[in-house]
């Protein structure tokens, strides 16, 4: 098995202040793509670089305590790509692609962390710009290689992926344009979205983010942001996925898949 956990991290530095290491030093997982460090290399040299026995690598955000994606990887990288060409988004620090290609496989885990709209109009043009930079970007990969792109999407796509579906239709991560987006890289790619091709109807166990606001939390008032999107072949061979909610490292829950492949 190929054991693959995403996590938006809330702060890197929070996190590990909360368990995460020790969690995940159990979790006995060959990938983990991380999101959201709110860290730069000064901030984790030497601490956080390596963590669970794996070996980190980064793409940090021009602006501090910002963004931030990571994979630590039980296994050595042929190629790492930091950033997707986007001037405007590498700054951002949104992008990070690892490859593992033997003769006969050329097989990605990226780890993503999609803009968010929720602070502002501003912000949400950004999204916008930022869907639209990725998806021919996700479609050309597509057509060279196998991957798993891992991920604080930022978009609840369908109306089971949130619990106050009729409340959220006019705010950031469930308005038409962007969930119109996701169907339509879904049915374009024939991409897999892994969670929903091993649970397709299952609603409030589901939810990967709660809002800090009120008691979301202990109410179950959340969303399902954090995907595992996987090409149609590599998504075929996912086995089961876990959503940990037994402790809180952020604000987000990781996503834990099990592949039946090995690199």
């Not at 929070?14 to 979790?27: I, M, N, P």
């Not at 984790?44 to 669970?52: C, F, R, S, V, Y």
């Not at 987006?181 to 991409?191: A, R």
């Not at 409030?204 to 995907?227: I, K």
Request: aromatic share 12%; charged share 25%; net charge neutral.
């Amino acid at each position: 098995m190929f054991k693959l956990i995403s996590l938006n991290l809330n702060g890197i530095r929070s996190a590990a202040r909360k368990g995460v290491e020790d969690w995940l030093s159990q979790s006995n997982a060959d990938c983990i793509c991380v999101q959201e460090l709110k860290a730069q290399k000064e901030d984790i040299q030497g601490t956080l670089e390596n963590l669970a026995g794996l070996n980190g690598h980064f793409h940090f955000a021009e602006k501090k305590g910002y963004s931030g994606v990571g994979v630590y990887t039980k296994h050595e990288p042929s190629d790492v790509k930091v950033g997707f060409g986007n001037s405007e988004f590498d700054a951002e620090g949104r992008y990070l692609e690892l490859c593992f290609d033997t003769p006969s496989r050329k097989l990605s885990i990226i780890s993503s962390y999609f803009p968010s709209g929720s602070s502002g109009e501003d912000r949400q043009e950004a999204k916008y710009r930022f869907l639209d930079a990725i998806e021919p970007y996700i479609k050309k990969l597509k057509g060279s290689r196998e991957f798993i792109l891992c991920g604080d999407i930022n978009i609840a796509h369908q109306e089971k992926d949130l619990k106050n579906w009729k409340s959220n239709q006019k705010n950031s991560g469930f308005l038409p344009q962007e969930r119109q987006w996701m169907t339509k890289l879904l049915s374009e790619t024939g991409l897999t979205d892994v969670y929903r091709h091993l649970h397709p109807d299952t609603t409030d166990d589901c939810y990967t983010w709660w809002s800090n606001r009120g008691q979301a939390w202990a109410n179950n008032v959340g969303w399902r942001l954090d995907y595992q999107i996987a090409t149609q072949a590599l998504g075929q061979l996912a086995r089961n996925v876990q959503i940990h909610k037994a402790e809180r490292f952020s604000d987000h829950a990781p996503i834990i898949v099990n592949y039946e492949f090995k690199i």
